[in-house]
């Protein structure tokens, strides 16, 4: 039976522009982002906040992907919103506005009934919000930790202090860089290590994924695509898409970590297919499974 996952994150309204089209206000997060992800393989409880400018269209996504929001609020004021921009490289967003709204009075209180959930996946938001949601939970068997560079910028002691409470970070290439103060990125990952965290995944965007634990790498390639229109939320679909095959397959190994790790990328490789959510939110179990029988047969080779 596959174990439930706990995620916290941002769920917000973003305005996008890419090389390829441009979309405001529309439904996206952190958390949306990985708990749609996660919930094709595993349930999903979702710890956010949101506004009253938040509307029956945005639970809907939720209700369809069965994700539990019994730990999502409501406050008084408007839902987090982001917007950013991509340029032809489309690895590094460019963050234009960052409006924190309800999100500056959160306080996360989690629901007893999910507190003793195994799998917990700590989506980009303040660092002392993650901590606050990891303190108030039992012995989970996995924590992994998101963050970014608005955050290493701004409280990079905080996204310290968070990282060594839990079992993996998973980072984009610069934030790995940014963080260690290091531009080689294996010692930059050897100094997060050093901080705490058993693991480490790298997101290099088109270029894939690096597994780090200190004593192997595991590398991943990005599913080579020819329609790439909107990389926003590829690191949180990677996210979810890693600790829901985790948690489906309850095991908790470096077979396992693999597996999730080629897991997450199928998700991530969805999601940037079409604007927003609308590739994950139209995806069937079948088409996940066919294409992490494509990523097999993309890596596999022999020895002479
Ligand atoms: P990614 O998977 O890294 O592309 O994350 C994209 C999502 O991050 C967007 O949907 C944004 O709403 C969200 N986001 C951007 N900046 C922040 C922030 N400072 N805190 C929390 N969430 C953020």
Sequence with gaps: ???????????????????????DDIFGGTATYSSVSASFFSPVRLVAVVGDDFGEKEMDVFRKHKVDTEGLTRMPGKTFRWKGEYG????????????????EKFDPVIPEQYRSSEYVFLGNIDPDLQLSVLQQIKRPRIVACDSMNYWIKG?????????????????????????????????????ILAMGPKTLIVKRGEYGVLMFNGTSVFAAPAFPLEDVFDPTGAGDSFAGGFMGALAQEGTVNERAFRRGI??????ASFNVEQFGLKRLTG?????IDSRFYQFKALTHFEEL
């Design 1 to 23: 039976m596959s174990g439930s996952i706990l995620i916290v994150g941002s769920v917000a309204f973003d305005s996008v522009k890419t090389p390829f089209g441009e979309e």
């Design 88 to 103: 032809y490289d489309l690895n590094e967003a460019r963050t234009l506005d960052t409006q924190l709204n309800v999100f």
């Design 155 to 191: 409280k990079p002691e905080a996204v310290k202090r968070t990282f060594s409470h839990v079992d993996i970070v998973v980072i984009n290439e610069a934030e790995t860089r940014m963080l260690a103060n290091e531009s080689n990125l294996v010692r930059a990952a050897n100094k």
């Design 262 to 267: 080629i897991y997450g990328s199928v998700m």
């Design 283 to 287: 995806l069937t179990r079948s088409d």
